[in-house]
Every structure is written in structure tokens, then in C-alpha cells.
């Protein structure tokens, strides 16, 4: 991956090239170790999708040029600190002709923090077949979230605004600080670096995961009639999956479709595609979280 060499130009999207920056240290229990920072968030606990995005770059410096990550899963098991190193140490489980196993490990303060297992697969010809991107807006119509909350005060909303990467704009509207859009359990994000990235096929599938996230739980979020700033809310990451289906830049528009599918116990399950804005399906993603609003 070409992360460092792009952090000069990169400008507001340094942010996750830096996440997704791995130094190669001495193994001690698997066969390749790494050790990566998570990025500054104005809460106690690091944002999830660091794990994810750094699990997938230490898998992805294991395995041969030939073969791309096709699906990762992933386990969230303890918080992380923020700006603090975790040590990933990558489990080679099998390399055959046509697919590549492997199983990643993160480490912090001595424990295990986080787990995952991811699949690498050497491209070969075959039938295709993608359900239609759905009907939406055009981003450059929809408000930024430096717009939605200009002149808001606080870290929070200064994070929302300019420190995530990543241009997010909200169909049928955000959750920042109070519910607009209504109660439907879906919902659509267009996202876009907010800055170019390298031409690397390898960190724009990083960049998916990295930024897949920020929203996935928000249609678990507004069936319930909750926004970020409820009072008492508390949320967390529990598990995730992703699968790449095709090729695609996140520097790019990209439409990412969102749908709530069960909440109970405190826990919800939601569901996101992401669509190139020319309607290439490239990744799907499933997430489990904790949901508790304090009521």
C-alpha cells in the first residue's frame, strides 16, 4: 500500500492514511506483526472502523500480489485507547492456487482487543450480476456536514465537520444532532475522500472499510427515533462483515445504502451496499451493535 507516501498531499483525508499507516515490528505469537495509531475522536474510546481498515492493511501485506481481499469478519471485544498504538499479529492459515486465508489478531496494553478472519482470492472470469443502485439524490444537492452545523460549537460537531476523512451527506438527512428524515428504517450516505488518494486498489478497499462505520448504525438509530446528541445514548461496535465485490474509488462519490434489519435486547443489526456513483456494486456490509438509548 502507498499510504505514507501520499500523507504530504493528502490535506483533510491524512487522517485515515495515517490510521491505516502499519510499522512492521517482531512477531510473537502469529507469523507477521504491525503496529498501527488510532486516530483522534473527542470521546473516550477509538472509532471502530480503525480496527477494521488497519485488521485488513496488516492482512493485505500477507499475502502475494495476485489476490485481493474479497471478505473480511471481525470481532469488537474491548475499547481501544485513542492515539495509542495496537499490535496486529497475522495468522497465515492457508494459501491455495485460487484463495488465500488468513486471521489477524489486535493487541493493547496486553489484551485482545480485536479479532478477525479475511479471504483473498486470485481474480478469474465468470457470470455477473448486481441488484440496481438505488434511486437518490446527487451529492452536490445535499448539505455537507461542515454545513449542517456551522456555527455549532464543541468538539463534536468540529469532528463531524472536517476530521473524519470523508465527505458525508445524508439522504434522507443526518442524525447529528437531531432526527430529520423521519422514522423509516433506511437510509442512503454519499461519501467521498475529501481529498485524492493513490492510485491503489488495495487502500480504496481499505478506505471502505475504514469509513463503512461512521453510519452504519444510524437506521437502527432512527427507527428508534434517536439522533447522536440523545442524551444517555451509548453505542458500540459488536461485530462486522464486509465483502468487495468490484473494484472502486473512495475518492469518488459513493452511495452508501443503508437499511435496519432487527433491534432488540439493546443490540441492532444493520445492512449497507456501496454503489460507485455509475451504479457498480462494490462492497457490502453487515453490522451487529449495541444499542442503548437511556430510557
Known amino acids: 500500500m502507498k499510504a505514507e507516501s501520499a500523507l504530504v498531499q493528502a490535506g483533510r483525508s491524512a487522517t485515515f492514511l495515517q490510521a491505516v499507516e502499519l510499522t512492521a515490528v517482531e512477531p510473537q505469537v502469529h507469523d507477521l506483526a504491525f503496529e498501527a495509531v488510532t ?6 474510546k ?4 480503525d480496527m477494521v481498515a488497519q485488521a485488513a492493511a496488516a492482512m493485505m501485506r500477507s499475502v502475494d500480489a495476485d489476490r485481493k481481499l474479497h471478505s473480511m469478519h471481525s470481532y469488537f471485544m474491548r475499547p481501544v485507547d485513542v492515539g495509542t498504538a495496537v499490535r496486529y499479529e497475522v495468522e497465515i492459515l492457508r494459501d491455495g492456487r485460487g484463495y488465500s486465508t488468513r486471521s489477524v489478531r489486535g493487541w493493547q496494553k496486553g489484551k485482545t482487543l480485536f ?3 479475511g479471504s483473498f482470492h486470485v481474480a478469474e472470469d465468470g457470470s455477473d450480476f448486481q441488484p440496481a443502485m438505488p434511486a437518490s439524490l446527487n451529492p452536490e444537492s445535499l448539505r455537507s456536514a461542515a454545513r449542517v452545523l456551522d456555527g455549532v460549537p464543541g468538539p463534536a ?4 465537520s472536517h476530521g473524519r476523512s470523508f465527505d458525508m451527506r445524508h439522504v434522507p438527512g443526518p442524525l447529528y444532532l437531531e432526527l430529520e428524515g423521519g422514522t423509516a428504517p433506511n437510509q442512503a450516505v454519499w461519501v467521498k475522500a475529501f481529498n485524492r488518494l493513490p492510485d ?5 478497499r481499505t478506505a471502505l472499510a475504514y469509513v463503512c462505520d461512521y453510519t452504519i448504525l444510524e437506521p437502527l438509530l432512527r427507527v428508534h427515533g434517536l439522533n447522536w446528541s440523545t442524551p444517555g445514548l451509548t453505542t458500540a461496535s459488536l461485530d462486522h462483515s464486509i465483502w468487495f465485490h468490484r473494484d472502486g ?5 459513493v452511495l452508501y445504502a443503508q437499511e435496519a434489519i ?3 435486547h439493546s443490540r441492532g443489526l444493520a445492512m449497507g451496499r456501496f454503489f460507485s456513483r455509475d451504479g457498480l456494486l462494490l462492497a457490502t456490509v453487515a453490522q451487529e451493535g449495541m444499542v442503548r438509548s437511556g430510557t
Open 262 to 264: 432487527s433491534s432488540q
Open 200 to 204: 491503489d486498489a488495495d487502500l480504496h
Open 157 to 160: 460537531a468540529d469532528y463531524w
Open 115 to 117: 479479532a478477525a478472519m
Open 39 to 44: 486516530q483522534y475522536v473527542p470521546w473516550p
Open 46 to 49: 477509538s472509532y471502530g472502523g
Open 249 to 253: 474509488r473512495a475518492d469518488d462519490w
